[in-house]
């Protein structure tokens, strides 16, 4: 729903401390609109041996 | 013949004086007679243990014994996969899962000989608990059943210091092998990040889990290690190095080691009690005895490591179990619900800037490797009763483990002791990454020189344990009608349909996750890299 979008929206730039001017606030509105669209394209079921792409890695220790 | 451990059992199978399936037959009837008032186990594989133990029997009487696991039985927390057998996380969600392979670990163990006995309790998905709501109940501590074992692997600390498996797999995400086995008065080991494959090991966090051995003694779990560590290919964080004979390490003498006591992690930052600490100071002097030279050394506040493992290790717990808690949270346990939900108050800047932190800690340690050959410390304990637990204890109270699942070197928990009332007391040994042997040296010198070995718990077959405590209600959320519409909205976006006492849930630990995220937002410059990063394999 639109209007649950930009409620969203706000919230999200009230959390992060963010002030949208007037003027800007249309276009940053639907370039949400648009991130949330690719959020949903990753939104399916993954079983749990997917493993990230970065992965830590230790150095070897340190000789003495 | 029992209680048993893993190296005795091997030295009389290998002498023939004593047979695998005479040993499994005994284990099973031990498991029979006591395991109902301690709930370790969340089923029993009786018929593939006889099976194992007869043809490890046969193998081993035509002369081809693999080494010190062949014939021994033993036993996995229930977040390892096993082909053909339920694997549940002791969990609702995945009451009916049952893996079409082993994972990596247990396939070493099996080609090792070793005797499968069946699944632990652990807490839900190694991650909420103690619980009270879920399909099966918590696993008790066997030095008093109406304390906790500490977790998660919670059935594995139980069963191994009962005397129902001679040892056993468990799982250390944020000390989550550490916790049992200094609860329940047993040796633990996390090993070095990558040293044991993760693959087939339900998964907590994908940055900081670890799958390490549970046992009698530090040598037993030098036995294992020995058969569990190598590389597996198809680990992406698994390392690719040789495996030192880790046995051969445990030559008693520690003559001269350079031994940094983290004292202010115990006596200030995170205080454990006035018995805990005369234990350590009786156990430093054991170290100062064996020859070892001790010195004081400080790290940075424990709250420092806790918040940039949680804010990675909760966000990657939410991402494996994101679709279940969208679709059924209710099938989730609350403790488990009152840790995980938070998640979705982090953001993502907040999780990226503490894996940029965790790489300035790794450095931070690399001085401390140069100067000693191993770090001690408290371990956790003693063991609390079960009707103390509350879930807001997960993100207020500090933590003596998670610092060194953030350095990803080797930690041991072992006992130190025991309360009057019998209650068993641990310390950490810490090492270099990759340095495990000497983590076991020492801990195994320790433990030649000390007797607290020789003591078991006294379990009575048919005691009745007492009755479990009902689910405590949401701790009360400390904040505004303002700071609840926006978590109202956080959780909606997230796609949570969240009844009221999850929501409270959510609610209370709302706080600490900002506190956490806090404590790590500072400037940093660009150069500053998170400790994981891509990287191509071998083309």
Known sequence: ?64 | MLPLTIAEAARRIAARDLSPVELTRAMLARIEALDSQLHAYIRTTPDLALRQARAAEAEIAAGRRRGPMHGIPIALKDIFSTAGIPTTGHSRTAIDHVPAEDAHTVARLQDAGSVLLGKLATHEFAHGGPSFDLPWPPARNPWNTAHVTGGSSSGSGAAVAAGLALGAMGSDTGGSIRNPAALCGIAGLKPTYGLLSRRGVWTNSFSYDHAGPMAWTVEDCALMLGVLAGHDPLDPASADRPVPDYQAALAGDIRGLRIGVLRDLYECDVPVPAVVREAMEAALQVLRGLGAMLEDVTIRPAADYYAVKVLTAEAELYAVHEQGLRERPGKFGEDFLGRSLAAILIRAEDTIQAQRERRVMLAEFAPLYRRYDALVTAGPGPAPRFESWRTIHFWQKGSLTTPFNVSGGPALAQCIGFMPEGLPLSMQVVGRPFDDATVLRIGHAYEQATSWRARRPALTPGAMPPPLPTVPDPTPAEIGPAERDRIAVVARRAGLRLNERQFELLCAAAPYVEQMAGRLRRPRLFTDEPASIFRFGAS
Request: glycine share 2%; hydrophobic share 45%; net charge negative.
């Open chain 1, 1 to 64: 729903m639109p209007e649950d979008l930009e409620l969203d929206f706000q919230s999200a730039l009230r959390v992060a401390g963010i002030t949208v001017p007037e003027d800007r606030t249309a276009i940053m509105l639907d370039a949400y609109r648009s991130y949330r669209a690719l959020v949903a394209i990753l939104d399916e079921p993954m079983p749990y041996a997917e493993e990230p792409a970065a992965a830590p890695r230790l150095a070897a220790s340190p000789r003495r």
